[in-house]
């Protein structure tokens, strides 16, 4: 638009404000109406005698031209009179400026017809986060507002208003009270703000449909690789893409659904192209080549692998289709842009649409020859590589490396960084990519200088009060203890002689005594006849004979897997009278006692303790592994067990659960062994590591295990059966406890 005929002076009396304006008004004059520019003026001027000083009217210059220019008419005055009414007539006035700027990034995500809903979310989150300490009559302003503003384009561009006004009350529950937290929370800094955040998100999430995925993955290709999703860089918002290495399936966290393909067919999409990567790729050199010739190869590597994996399971050909961008022929302005994508795209789009409309002589040269060598039955990565190449040097064009590279719509979300196929021996040296945050083969000294610290896992907690998880409320950190000596755990058994001597008599009629034949064997203990005979016939009459010849045997075993779980808490420290031992002595007897047995049994057995200081620190130490026998390593670590800080069950439990859920045995059993009710010393509420713990009780049964408490606490009747129902014994003579533990796990295991 033109430029107002009229003139208009700035009626301000700070020169820096006339400074600054001067600087805007030409590009304010040619992108806002007469009406917007008048609000423009109006705005500034007001600002400036507001006795606020020059920096409100200063920002305000600064940014709402862009701002009205977007949102059009009356948009300036609704900002100006919200940022007065509801800004500086409060204690958040310091924080305008904050606001106005923040304003910028805002009109990349909020629609044009969405001020008002906008400004009314700002006007939530302000007023709610703005406190008055009890008994003092002065009102403080937000702690949170600037670190909320800080990631409001992250916010909107991920969640919609109902996502994010359920994720703001979350905060305002739990951190209404507390400043420093409250800003953490709104700051993306928290495990649980960033699971309500992830939460809130609009698709769907890997966790509801990870068993879906691995049978999917069993059942079609035999294979039972792990996933780890990742989620949004909080910090700096970078790009994944999905990848397989090292037996694990890096892929989003969440997908949300496209036109015509929903979330959970855009996981099957990922993770079988993955899988037909896995079994169709063959490794290759890519030092030698350049990151646009390792492009080229990508786009006929892909097709192939999709090609084939078509032919066994065509119905992923219309999914992967619906995927790929139908990208313009015309699209990329190759003067003045590198078109290297936009050439990719179009390749990749032709070919797996043989109904494309490209009328490229190059592409369409190209797809026919790779739908001859497809069509021959015989391919391998080798022929992707000169596909590629060769593609490469017949399109290349001057402007490829120009700085300006078109991306629009070239990006194919279910395909992986392809790592899979390239094989680099000099790791340092990859020149420039144009791919960010690909082939990160270079290794950070920095990080080669940090001590390896195991992160945390989180955990839900549940709020009987709300009646709902605060998610990724707790953080467990596994440990493995230190190893001491483990003579003191053989004289324990020693002491426990006569102990041992009655279980060696019941254990010896609990073991498996009943042999189980195992026919077909290429090795094996002895030759099974009949097999053998029928092998020599074959062999006399020129047919391939059986060459598993041999019969072997293995004893039918307790299909039994056992986790022991031990408070470890201060309080064990407490001394017995009985025997002047300390509860945590005695403890080591008993388990030592339990662990011999199961030994002996050879059940699938883990010991695990745990302790915490706080929800952020959740302590699991691991004793005893499922994989590890009982041997002086193991005692050692028995023996240097240490009893410290509170009782933060819940969460102890949920970890063990997720080890003892991954054993393949008819019967998972969880000992709790604990001396008093769930606590920590953040908790003001008893009840309420009481309801969660049984809350994780409940979650353990849904999956099929058997939790089951000993308690050597006599006041437990007061709150053991809230927790365990009735699968609890309380040991009233904790002198007792290295006899009856172990007879109470036979008890519950025959």
């Known amino acids: 638009m033109n430029e107002p005929t009229y003139e208009r002076e700035l009626r301000c009396a700070f020169d820096s404000v006339h400074e600054e304006f001067s600087k805007h008004i030409s590009s304010a004059r040619s992108i806002l109406s007469e009406e917007s520019l008048d609000e423009y003026y109006d705005g500034i001027e007001f600002f400036s005698k507001i006795g606020q000083g020059d920096s409100i009217s200063i920002a305000f210059s600064n940014v709402m031209h862009w701002v009205g220019s977007y949102f059009g008419k009356n948009s300036i005055q609704k900002i100006t009179d919200f940022s ?51 008994g003092i009559h002065v009102t403080h302003s937000s702690p949170s507002f600037r670190a909320f503003l800080s990631k409001l384009g992250l916010i909107l561009s ?9 994720w703001i009350n979350y905060g305002l529950r739990y951190y209404k009270s507390h400043p420093e937290q409250q800003e953490a929370f709104f700051s993306l800094l928290t495990s649980d703000s960033r699971a309500v955040f ?23 290709w035999g294979t039972e690789f792990m996933y780890a999703p990742y989620s949004p860089d909080f910090e700096k918002l970078e790009h994944f893409h999905p990848y397989l290495e090292d037996e694990i399936i890096r892929l989003p966290d969440i997908y949300p659904e496209t036109k015509k393909i929903d979330g959970t067919n855009r996981y099957f999409a990922l993770v079988a192209h993955l899988m037909a990567h896995n079994q169709f790729t063959t490794a290759i050199f890519a030092d030698n080549l350049s990151p646009h010739q390792r492009l080229f190869v990508e786009v ?14 065509p119905g992923f050909k219309s999914i992967w289709k619906e995927l790929i961008p139908e990208i313009g022929e015309d699209d990329c302005v190759q003067e003045t842009q590198s078109c290297i994508r936009h050439r990719a795209a179009m390749l990749s789009r032709a070919l797996i649409d043989e109904n494309h409309k490209y009328k490229n002589l190059e592409i369409i040269k190209f ?77 950070d000294k920095e990080e080669q200088k940090r001590e390896a610290v195991i992160p945390p896992h989180y955990y839900d907690e549940w709020d009987y009060k709300y009646e709902s998880y605060k998610p990724d409320w707790t953080s467990v950190y596994e440990r493995l203890y230190s190893n001491s000596d483990s003579i003191f755990i053989d004289q324990l058994l020693e002491k426990n002689g006569d102990i041992v001597k009655q279980l060696k008599r019941v254990l010896d009629l609990l073991k498996p005594q009943n042999k189980k034949r195992l026919r077909f064997q290429e090795d ?18 020129r047919s391939q004979p059986d060459s598993r010849i041999n019969n072997d045997f293995e004893h039918d075993s307790r299909s039994v897997s056992v986790l022991l779980l031990l408070d470890l808490s201060e309080s064990l420290n407490d001394i017995v009278e009985a025997t002047n031992q300390t509860i945590l002595e005695l403890s080591q007897e008993a388990v030592s006692l339990l662990a011999w047995s199961v030994e002996q049994l050879g059940d699938n057995f883990a010991i695990a303790g745990f302790n915490s200081n706080t929800r952020d620190q959740v302590m699991y130490y691991h004793i005893k592994g499922y994989s590890e026998h009982w041997d002086d390593s193991v005692k050692a670590r028995l023996a240097n067990l240490k009893a410290e800080y509170s009782t933060r069950m819940g969460a102890a439990i949920r970890h063990g659960a997720h080890y003892l859920d991954l054993q393949k045995s008819d019967k998972k059993l969880m000992l709790i062994l604990t001396d008093g009710e769930p606590f920590d010393i953040d908790i003001k509420d008893p009840n309420m590591l009481i309801k969660d713990t049984h809350k994780a009780i409940q979650e353990c049964r849904k999956k099929g295990m058997y939790p089951y408490c000993i308690s050597l606490d006599n006041k437990a009747d007061d709150y053991i059966s809230d927790v365990f129902g009735s699968n609890y014994s309380v040991i009233d003579r904790i002198e007792s406890l290295p006899k009856e533990l172990p007879q109470l796990f036979l008890s519950l295991t025959k």
């Not at 809130?200 to 879906?212: M, T, W």
């Open 300 to 313: 006929f590597e892909d097709a192939r692998v999709e090609y084939l994996c078509s032919q066994k399971y």
């Open 198 to 220: 992830q939460r809130q998100r609009k698709g769907v999430l890997f966790v509801d449909i990870e068993r879906q995925i691995n049978l999917f993955q069993l059942e079609l």
């Open 367 to 443: 797809v026919d020859k790779f739908n001859a060598l497809m069509s021959a039955g015989k391919s391998t990565t080798e022929d992707s590589l000169s596909l590629g190449l060769d593609f490469l040097a017949n399109t290349r064009n001057v402007s490829d490396s120009l700085p300006d590279v078109f991306f629009t719509d070239t990006e194919i979300s279910y395909r992986d960084d392809n790592r899979i196929m390239w094989i680099f021996i000099e790791k340092d040296d990859e020149g420039d990519d144009i791919f960010p945050n690909k082939f990160k083969n270079k290794e």
């Open 84 to 134: 007065y009414k509801t800004i500086t007539r409060s204690p958040n006035k310091e924080l305008l400026v904050d606001f106005l700027f923040s304003l910028i990034e805002v009109i990349n995500y909020v629609k044009e017809d969405e001020l008002e809903e906008f400004l009314k979310l700002i006007e939530y989150q302000l007023k709610k986060t703005t406190y008055s300490v009890h």
């Open 524 to 541: 094996g203990s002895e030759l099974d006849l009949d097999i053998a005979l029928r092998s020599v016939i074959e062999l006399k009459n």
């Open 158 to 166: 991920h969640l919609d208003y109902e996502g994010i006004y359920e």
